[in-house]
């Protein structure tokens, strides 16, 4: 007997079920709606910041890079450059970025290298999770983790940027 895999959906419709489910929707996680909302104590949210900023300042926000070995060779080389030229662009500086931020959440320097010296666990899972599927994975599965983490962290940052200024008091030179 032999088994034929049958697609239930086209692969954009199933991409859009995955982004619907639960699990998927960080935006409405009750911590990120604390914070939205200006409920979650600016000293948790200090906290919470800290704990994930090795996944997206220090050699953590180069995880995405991994994805450029599964795609074509002219796509990646396409992709490479835009990420080159971003390290050339002042503005594009993660760890500068969020090291103010922080600042302005009341982060003093030390606790913002000592989070960067000692990743928590969940920020190294989250770069060693982006990093497997980028290195390892089919083509498919690097690109539907990088399809659902592109379309939600942007969201993410964008919402708690507006939030951090209007319910945290951090100047919006800081943003």
Do not use: C
Request: proline fraction near 5%.
């Amino acid at each position: 007997m032999t088994l034929e895999i049958q697609a239930s959906g086209s692969p954009l419709a199933l991409i859009s079920d995955d982004a619907n489910r639960q699990e998927n929707r960080i935006l409405e996680h009750p911590v990120w709606a604390a914070v939205f909302n200006g409920t979650l104590p600016k000293a948790r949210l200090k906290r919470l910041l800290l704990a994930i900023l090795p996944a997206v300042a220090g050699p953590g926000r180069y995880a995405f890079a991994a994805k450029i070995s599964q795609i074509d060779a002219q796509d990646g080389k396409a992709l490479f450059m835009q990420l080159f030229d971003a390290t050339k662009d002042p503005e594009a500086n993660a760890d500068e970025g969020w090291r103010r931020v922080l600042i302005g959440l009341g982060a003093s320097d030390r606790e913002i290298r000592a989070a960067l010296a000692t990743p928590s666990a969940e920020a190294q899972d989250l770069v060693d999770v982006i990093r497997t599927h980028g290195l390892s994975s089919s083509a498919v599965e690097a690109a539907i983790i990088a399809y659902m983490l592109e379309r939600h962290f942007p969201q993410l940052w964008g919402k708690l940027a507006a939030r951090l200024e209007k319910h945290y008091g951090v100047p919006k030179a800081a943003l």
